[in-house]
Each structure stands twice: as C-alpha cells, then as structure tokens.
C-alpha cells in the first residue's frame, strides 16, 4: 500500500529564503504526483502536477521536482514571501485505475517577515 | 467563473441524525470524489464516481453514502452509522477517469453537537 511522507511536519523562515519542501513515497510506480496549498479552514488549491515521465515542473517561484527511483519530490521556492505561509500537501497518484490519490500529512510553512 | 462549490459552509448534526453535503462543478469533468480531512492527517478517501450512475468506495466508506445522477453533482450523506462524522469534508473533480489533476473545492465543516 502506497504511503506518502513529509517531512518537516513545520518550517519557519525569514521573508526571501528560499527553501525546500520533502514528500517521500513508498511506491515508485506512481503515475503523477501533484502539489498543494492549504490555507487554514480552506480548500486545497492544486500548485503543480508532474506526470511519471516528467522530472520537473515549474510555475512562478514554485519548482517541483521527481525522481521516481528513489520515491522522492521537492517542492522548491524561491524568494519566500509571507502570502506563501500555509500548508503544503504533495499526493501521489498510482495508477493501475485506482483513480484516487494517497496524501502526505503536509508540511505547514511560515514566512515571517 | 469555473470551479466546484461545497454547500454549506459549516454544518451541526446532532447525534443519530443522517445530513447531506452538497457538491456541484462547472468543469464539465467527469470524475469527482470525496475527502474527509481530519487534524493532524492525510486527506482519506470516502468514495469516487468516474462517471453518471457510477459510484466506488474508497478507503473510509463505512457509514457514508453518495449518489451521481447529473455529471454536475456529487452529493454525499454521512449516515448516523458513522461513528466519528465530525470532520473537515472536501470535494474534488478532474477531466476524466484516469486524467488525475484534481481540483478541490472550498470544504464543508461537520460538527456533531
């Protein structure tokens, strides 16, 4: 059974680090992994997908990474602000017509400015 | 403006009572799902439809139940069976069966007084 990590469960920064966020998953035949934000009391908001095939995606300040092999992602951000403070889940999709994700626990970032 | 919408907002249930969340979307996407979110968790699947008429249960469905008679609607009913129902509940689309990029709406919070 698929089991996805993340690790550190919180993270307080200065305003302009830029950091890494870890998801760790058991299984390596994923067939894509997607990234969130969660603001408290809210939704999910989808921030990047990368299909099995891809090693990354990039979209603003956000850089997602994969490597399959050893069952890891990064989520990188550049430039931290303090509107980036949330949570932050990465879920792993893993095909073989499941159609469900199985979800990291989060990371809960702060940016202090 | 395109997008999934979770009604209500915030929800009370007294105990033995059955109660139904709404869940629409505009996205024309076929599959739509459900997550209960509880604190310090990852988000677990209740149930998912692939398609109109078409229902399947995920990893938590004990005491739930849900029905998808327009491709629009996902509405789910948290049975008195359930036996802890207070939670965060979200809903979530994607294009197709299989295309799995999902989107979340905004959440429902179930409190049983």
Known sequence: KQEVTQIPAALSVPEGENLVLNCSF???AIYNLQWFRQDPGKGLTSLLLI???QR???SGRLNASLDKSSGRSTLYIAASQPGDSATYLCAVDSG???YQLTFGKGTKLSVIP | DGGITQSP?????????????SCEQNLNHDAMYWYRQDPGQGLRLIYY????NDFQKGDIAEGYSVSREKKE??????????KNPTAFYLCASSLLAGY?????????RLTVL
């Open chain 1, 26 to 28: 058991t299984d390596s």
């Open chain 1, 96 to 98: 073989a017509g499941s």
């Open chain 2, 49 to 52: 439809s692939q398609i109109v």
């Open chain 2, 9 to 21: 907002k915030y929800l009370f249930r007294k105990e033995g009572q059955n109660v139904t969340l």
């Open chain 2, 73 to 82: 609607s996902f509405p789910l009913t948290v049975t008195s069976a359930q």
């Open chain 1, 56 to 58: 990354e995606q990039t």
């Open chain 2, 100 to 108: 799995n990029e999902q989107f979340f709406g905004p959440g429902t």
């Open chain 1, 51 to 53: 299909q099995s095939s």
